[in-house]
């Protein structure tokens, strides 16, 4: 099993200690050191819990302490699935104080690909909660499935013992990529270069020990949990507040009854509150900042946040990867409209290039390529991936088409058969793959529909196999998908049966053309 690691250059890591980026700060001691300053203040808030920094340092070493005792030892990985509950802290921060490396699992994750995740990773654990839906059982499922996964953990607590050292240079945990080519990959950050991320972030949105910030969307995302999210809000002593859902109805009354100040948001979300805002009993006036990102924002709706709900919007453009773009408050309100904003770090190289390599001048689109001081050089144990997502100089292939102009980037769209469903990443080959499991379909092709609601919504073409059984109907295909064990959002959004892919198929071309032509063909037709 291969140890996760990532590493810069020499030259570069250097340049980026030296500028102040890297710190040598750890997770854990992060917590550590809030909870010695301010050891009162209010770190966490969830329904009727209140931990205070003190107290939450107090249960993430609890938890340490129990990981510890199970015979884990630092560097081993853990899963983690978790919804947005208090305990995900406790959790997470008692694996980085005893050096273990959690590998964040989707709450809609189910066995299929937390056992891709446990396999990939070869995480020993995960640690889970009995919150909303009984996750320890899932875990069982995978547990049979992948025996190296042994222990199931809830509640961790153990007798004191020592805690190890933390290299800050060290992978801290794994996040999982959104997977544009079939399962989702696995992505090492390091504290170094992650506590940078979010530190940077949390200045650039003005955060203060006064700073409130509601956890909407679900923790284990790059957004929410880094940009500035939970970690960015705590580095900067603030208070986290847990909701359980994103909607209107349960987000609206906790900002009113605990004065957040700020929160982030995918499109479809901003949308829904922004027709909800006008109507509702509940005091939104502590909300500052609102953060939209994880898909694109139209400028017409960008435009009416402050009218709808009375606080700055900032357009949030970021990557599990690494590169996060901000619009900062100060900007025109033209930039925060029409732009999805520019990076966050002086050292954040961006390329904008055409399909041949060649640099193309401002307000041109090209292809989106980054390298920087909290952005990979390489996934987990995946040299195909990595020669195809990299340049042999170190830059990541983003996959988005962007417009530079005067270092603000617009996000024109993608090269990459995703679809990006209310910012849920979704392979269009992960799909097809399942699919292509049922015994009465011959080929499937999924492609992204622009969607009212969803900005993107999946639609499947399917070619029914000939002979055996007759023809399912969308409905049998929606619920085969369901019983794939895969995340609920993957089930596609429409079927659409076709008797053959028309002459593409018979000229051979590419899945991606074919899936183009398909995409293409639609919405001629709507
Ligand atoms: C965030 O991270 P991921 O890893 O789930 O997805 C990254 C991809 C980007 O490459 C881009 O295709 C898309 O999501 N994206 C946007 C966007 N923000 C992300 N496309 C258009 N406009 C935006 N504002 O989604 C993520 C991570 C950290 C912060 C924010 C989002």
């Known amino acids: 099993m291969t140890d996760p690691i990532q590493t810069w250059p020499e030259d570069f890591a250097a340049r980026y200690r030296e500028k102040g980026y890297w710190r040598g700060e750890t997770m854990g001691g992060i917590l550590r050191a809030r909870a010695a300053e301010s050891p009162d203040a209010v770190a966490v808030v969830d329904g009727d819990i209140r931990w205070t920094y003190a107290g939450l340092l107090a249960r993430a070493e609890a938890a340490a302490y129990g990981y510890l005792s199970l015979g884990l030892a630092p560097g081993d990985r853990v899963i983690v699935q978790i919804p947005n509950v208090a ?119 003005g955060l203060t020990p006064d700073s409130v910030y509601l956890a909407a969307l679900p923790v284990a995302h790059n957004f929410p949990m880094s940009s500035p999210g939970v970690f960015g809000t705590l580095y900067a002593g603030g208070t986290v507040v847990m909701a359980p859902d994103p909607s209107p109805g349960t987000a609206f009354p906790l900002i009113a009854a605990h004065g957040v100040t700020i929160t982030g948001l995918v499109p479809p979300l901003a949308l829904l509150w922004m027709q909800a805002a006008p109507r509702t009993p509940h005091e939104l006036s502590s909300l500052q900042l609102l953060g939209v990102g994880g898909a694109k924002f139209l400028p017409e709706a960008a435009a009416r946040v402050r009218e709808t709900l009375g606080c700055q919007l900032q357009q949030v453009f970021g990557m599990a990867e690494g590169l996060v773009n901000y619009t900062r408050p100060g900007d025109t309100e033209d930039t925060i409209i029409q732009t999805q904003g520019r990076p966050i770090s002086p050292d954040d190289e961006i390329l904008v290039l055409d399909d041949d390599g060649t640099p193309v001048p401002d307000g041109q689109p090209g292809n989106l390529l980054t390298r920087g001081p909290y952005t990979i050089r390489a996934y987990h144990d995946d040299p195909a991936a990595n020669a195809r997502s990299f340049t042999p100089d170190g830059f990541y292939r983003t996959g988005d088409i962007v417009i530079r102009r005067s270092g603000y980037l617009t996000v024109q769209g993608r090269a990459g058969d995703h679809i990006n469903r209310a910012g849920e990443k979704i392979s269009a080959e992960e799909i097809e793959d399942h699919l292509l499991a049922h015994p009465q379909i011959f080929d499937a092709a999924v492609v992204s529909i622009p969607d009212k609601h969803l900005g993107e919504r999946t639609c499947a073409f399917v070619i029914p196999a000939t002979g055996s059984g007759g023809t399912p109907t969308a409905t049998e295909v929606r619920a085969f998908m369901r019983t794939r064990g895969v995340a609920d959002f993957k089930v596609p959004d429409q079927v659409v049966f076709v008797p053959e892919f028309e002459n593409t198929a018979a000229l051979k071309i590419s899945r991606k053309a074919l899936r183009a032509a398909l995409r293409a063909k639609m919405l001629e037709n709507t």
């Open 87 to 205: 305990a995900f802290f406790p959790a997470v921060f008692g694996l980085f104080l005893a050096g273990l490396l959690p590998v964040y699992a989707l709450p809609p994750h189910r066995e299929t690909e937390l056992a891709h995740f446990a396999r990939k990773s070869g995480a020993k654990g995960i640690v889970v909660t009995d919150a909303v839906f009984d996750y320890a059982a899932l875990a069982r499922k995978v547990q049979a499935e992948v025996p190296t996964l042994r222990h199931i953990i809830q509640d961790p607590t153990g007798p004191a013992v020592p805690l190890p050292q933390v290299d800050p240079a060290k992978v801290a945990f794994l996040q999982i990529s959104g997977g544009s080519t079939g399962l989702s990959k696995l992505i090492p950050r390091t504290h170094d270069d992650y506590i940078y991320s979010f530190r940077a972030s949390a200045e650039i949105c």
